[in-house]
Structure formats: C-alpha cells, structure tokens
C-alpha cells in the first residue's frame, strides 16, 4: 500500500547519501557554469569573445574551490583556482552581498593583461555559499600596442592596464573610480565596458539559477554537496590514473625564439611521473623566463598540463579543483612558464600552446597507442589596429588555429581548433562589415602536412587586406625553425610563413612582428602543418589518392612522401610503379621488404574522394 506498483523510491534532496539527489545537483552546478558560458556568448559585444569564444566561466564553492567550468576553454582550466586564491587571500573576511570583484594581475592570481576576471559571491541569508566566476579576453587593454598582445614588449608595464584584485562593486554599488580608470586607460571603453557587463550579466545568471539550487536543497545540503563535486572528481581522477602505467617519461620542445632575441631558441621540458593514483608533471629545465612576451604565469602552465593529461583520461571527469588535487604541476619561478616581475607576458598563449604539444611527446612514450603528435603550434595572434580619418580608433583581434597531429589510429582533423583553445572562426562577412579589413583568401595549403602512416592535419592560409590609410600590425607566431614534431617515424609538419604583399613583392616576414601596414597592404599568414604519425610507407595507397584528388598533397609530394606514384588522367593509384617506387625507399633505408600497408575501407575512401 506504501509503494503502489512497486514503483523505485522517490530521491530525497535533503540526504547527503542519496546517490540521485547528488547526481542531479553536480548536473544541476555544470548546467549553470554553461549557462553563464551562453550567456557571455549571446551578449558581449566583441569578436574575439562571440567568435573566437576565448572566455570561460566557473562556480565555485564558498572557499573559493572551483567546483565545476563551464563548456569552454582548456586554456582556461588552471586560471579560476588561481584566482579564486588570490581572491581569497586579499578578501576572504570582507565579502557581503552585492560585492563583485575584478582583476587581471598576471602576478597576483591573472594570467595576462587581456585577461579580466569578474567574480562574485552568492549570499542566502548573510551566508556566502558560492561564487560565481567569468573571466574573458578583452580586445584592448591599453598598453603600447592596439590589442594589448604584442609579443615583442619587454615588460609588463608596456602591456596595458593593470588591475589588482578590487571590488568593482561593493554593497551593489558600482566604484565609478576604477571605472574611470579603465575607460581612460583603453582605446575602446564602449567595447570593453559591454564585455564586463556581458561577464556581469553571466555572474547575475548564475546567481539567480543558483538560489533556486539553495531553496531546493537547503544551503547545508548545497555546501555538502558542492564540496562532494569536488572529492568525487578526485575519486575519479586516481582511479583513471591507477589504470595508466607508472613510469617515468621526459620530451624537449623548442619555440623558435621570443620575438625580440632573434635565432634564438627556447627550450620547453617537462617529465612526466606516474605512481599509482598521483602524477607529477615537472617543468624543471625549461628555459628561463625572456625579454619578449611570451612568458607564461604558473595558472597557464598549469592548465596546458592538465589539458594533456585530461586528453588520456575517460570522458565524464568533472572539470573541477579535484582533478588538480591529482595532478601536481611544478615550474620553477623564473622559467618562462613561470615568470616573475617584470616579465612580459602579453603573448603566452603561444608558450602555452607550445606546452600542451610538448605533453603529447612525454605522453606519447607512456601511451604509444592513444597520443597524436604535434598540432600546427597552436593559435597565431594577429592584431591591426589604428585610427580612421576622423581618429576613431579600430582594433581586430584573431587568434587562428587548425591543424591537429596524426593520431594512432587517424589522421589528423583539417581547420579544427586545438585542443587547448577550442576556438571558432571570426566570420568574414562581420569582420568585413566592422573593420577595416578585407578577408581575400581562407584556404588550406597543399604539402604541409607531416607524412606518416596517418598524416597530420592540413593548415591554412588566410590574406588580410588592410583598408584604412595607417595602422598597427602585430603577429605572433612559431614552428618556422622548429617544425611540429611526427611520432613513431612520422614526418615533422611544414613550416609557418608570413608575407607582406604575397602577389606583389612578397616580402618574407619573421615569425613574431610588429610594423606599420598602410591602405591596400596583403598580410598572408600560412599556419604549419602537422606532423605525423608512423611510417608513410605504410600509409594506405588510397588514401593517398584522396589526399591528391582534394588538392591537398601534389602528385609530386606523394611520390617523394609515400612511394605512390597518381595517375591523374584516371584519377588511379599506378600500383605497378608504386611498388617499384616503394622498394626502391625501403632499399635506400637499408630494408629488405616495404612495410605492410594497412587498408581503409574502400567505400569510405570512396565517398571522400567523391
């Protein structure tokens, strides 16, 4: 008579035991660190945030304690528990409702400049329980150059605005000072102050969704709970790692040079040790933090580290502060992933990408199986900026990426977004209509690619045509000199390039630039190709036709590469001359036989080539 039917008993919000009732709150915390993640989206105002989606919001719990991010970047995943630390640590016993705070202190719990945390603590009844937590790359935040991101500034004083950790309201009042400061201090206030309100306007989403939370569960059952998030993240985070190898692996990367020491290479290494449920990932022989801006802060190593090891982790691990509890990250103070006063850091993003690939080489020598090889290097950052005729200041801010490594078992994805960014195009048509610049060519590029059994991903082109009469152009790039790296025999990825001009005079352009562009000025960047994954000798022959009926490798380059000889009269692989071709390899290697090549499924090689 109690349970009619035989129905299962209804879950009870209020018992810390129930498995349903915490299922459905740790749902219910991640939905609303996305919603604020939509909501900065449908209502910020720039295009490096509604395009390139560079933001991230989280929710922490009542120390600070992140407890779930929302549904964007990996770049983002060591920066809210920084900050959250400094937070606390300036504010913890001066908190009320109504106080938000903002920052961006790369050398108090920031990463750089751009960078602007907004953060406020979620009240019920005088108690704080929570925090709601944005932080967003803003287009402009003064400094010597339009975009604020130059890689060749030399110190942090050149780089912009500066924001301690500060009540941007307090009691529900706005400090109309710090506002002041800001909008005197940027070149597009209007932009940058509709940013903030977009990271406001998530903060106060999350407020109200999570008050709804409170009168379901009660704030003693929230608190347990939001705490709960955290150790079950970590439960599941050791035993994912119980299941690794231990072990011991270490890899060396080099970033070309920092954009003010030229020829000058900087080295990345990092060991990666494995015991049972703990792993530490030791940054110890990177190079020392440089002159140019390319320096990152600890929260930025931190999250390229924690991106790698997420990577070889089971999906459905919360993204929260017990995964880290799992994962210890060190790097040296005075490193350039873990700069000091007065390091520049403006441009880290690059050495922050750089960090992620060179993870994937320590995590490929533990799991050969399940690691891809070098992506393209990660984002280039390219900035033009000026004023018009009537001294109206312009800034366009794209960060561009889209070439994967060769995978064990694939290639590598074409004009994806590296797994550390997860970032979208900026559409032409807008761009078009709201800057000064033309957009002339957006293609992939034949012959980049790293050969291998699986080949790496094909990058891009793209051809800025700058349209107003003076302006700014800043450009941070590498992989020129030392190219995306192919794994188990498989071939580096092409070079990046950048021209000035490409169908006139073509001029060759360093990797890391800032110079003057004038009306009807062509910026070519060439993004690097991928690298590879195993040996191209046994690359599938089809596949490699595909590759050339889609314009993405020469009928040339798939000689010299893989041995296959196209007939592209027929559109057919020539097997009589491609075996000759082969051998003729293998023998040159010192082989007895060509490796055994691995067929595709014809049907699907089929259908792509159609």
């Not at 032409?428 to 610049?437: G, Y």
Request: a negative charge; one cysteine or more.
């Amino acid at each position: 008579a109690t349970n009619p039917g035989n129905m299962p008993p209804m879950s009870d919000p209020t018992d810390p035991k129930d498995p349903i009732a915490f299922e459905l709150f740790k749902n219910a915390i991640f939905s609303i660190a996305d919603e604020m993640a939509l909501t900065v989206f449908r209502t910020t105002y720039s295009g490096v945030l509604k395009d390139n989606m560079d933001y991230s919001t989280g929710f922490a719990d009542s120390d600070g304690k992140l407890a779930a991010q929302g549904l964007t970047l990996p770049g983002h995943l060591g920066s809210v528990p920084t900050a959250m630390e400094s937070i606390m640590r300036h504010f913890k016993d001066d908190m009320a409702p109504g106080d938000v705070f903002i920052m961006n202190d790369p050398f108090d719990g920031g990463m750089h400049l751009p960078d602007i945390f907004v953060i406020k603590p979620l009240f019920h009844e005088g108690e704080r329980l929570a925090f709601a937590c944005t932080v967003c790359h803003h287009i402009d935040v003064g400094g010597r150059v339009a975009g604020s991101n130059a890689s060749d500034s030399t110190e942090i004083y050149a780089e912009g605005l500066r924001i301690a950790p500060m009540k941007l309201y307090e009691a529900g009042k706005i400090n109309k000072t710090i506002m002041t400061f800001i909008e005197k201090n940027v070149r597009l206030p209007v932009q940058l102050f509709g940013d903030l309100r977009a990271q406001l306007a998530a903060c106060h989403i999350g407020e109200k969704q999570f008050a709804e939370i409170v009168a379901k569960y009660g704030p003693q059952q929230t608190k347990f709970y939001l705490k709960e998030v955290i150790d079950y993240a970590e439960r599941l985070t050791r035993a994912a790692l119980q299941d690794l190898p231990d072990g011991e692996w270490s890899f060396e990367d080099w970033i070309d040079d920092d954009g003010v020491d030229y020829g000058k290479p900087i080295r990345l290494f990092v060991t990666i040790t494995k015991r049972d449920g703990h792993m530490v990932v030791d940054w110890t022989g990177t190079n020392p933090q440089v002159k140019g801006a390319i320096n990152n802060t600890l929260s930025f190593t931190k999250a390229a580290s924690y991106t790698g090891i997420r990577s070889v982790l089971p999906p459905g691990i919360p993204n929260n502060e017990g995964v880290f509890r799992a994962i210890e990250v060190i790097c040296p103070p005075g490193t350039v992933g873990n700069g000091v006063l007065p390091a520049a850091c403006a441009a880290r993003g690059l050495t922050g990408f750089r960090m992620v690939d060179c993870m994937f080489g320590a995590l490929a020598m533990m799991l050969p199986d399940r690691v891809k090889a070098a992506g393209d290097g990660g984002n280039t950052g390219i900035s033009i900026g000026g004023y018009d005729d009537n001294r109206k200041p312009f800034v366009y801010v794209d960060f561009t990426c889209g070439a994967w490594g060769a995978r064990p078992f694939a290639d590598g994805p074409d004009g994806n977004s590296h797994m550390f960014a997860n970032m979208a195009s900026h559409s032409i048509e807008v761009t078009e209509a709201e800057q000064p610049i033309q957009l002339l060519a957006y293609e992939f590029v034949a012959d980049k690619a790293g050969a291998g059994k699986y080949r790496g991903g094909v990058p891009f082109l793209r051809d800025y045509k700058f349209l107003e009469g003076e302006g700014m152009l800043q450009v941070r790039s590498d992989r020129r000199d030392h190219r995306p790296f192919g794994l188990y025999g498989g071939s580096p990825g092409g070079p990046s390039e950048n021209y000035l001009n490409p169908d006139g005079e073509n001029r060759l352009l360093p990797s890391k630039l800032t110079m003057t562009v004038k009306r009807g000025d062509i910026f070519r960047h060439v993004l690097a190709g991928a690298g590879g994954w195993g040996d191209p000798l046994e690359r599938d022959p089809l596949a490699v036709l595909r590759d050339v009926r889609n314009e993405l490798l020469s009928p040339e380059k798939a000689v010299t590469d893989y041995g296959v000889v196209i007939d592209t009269a027929a559109w057919k692989v020539d097997e009589a001359a491609t075996a000759r071709r082969r051998s003729e390899i293998a023998k040159s290697r010192g082989w007895t036989a060509v490796p055994k090549v691995q067929r595709h499924d014809p049907v699907l090689l089929a259908r792509a080539a159609e």
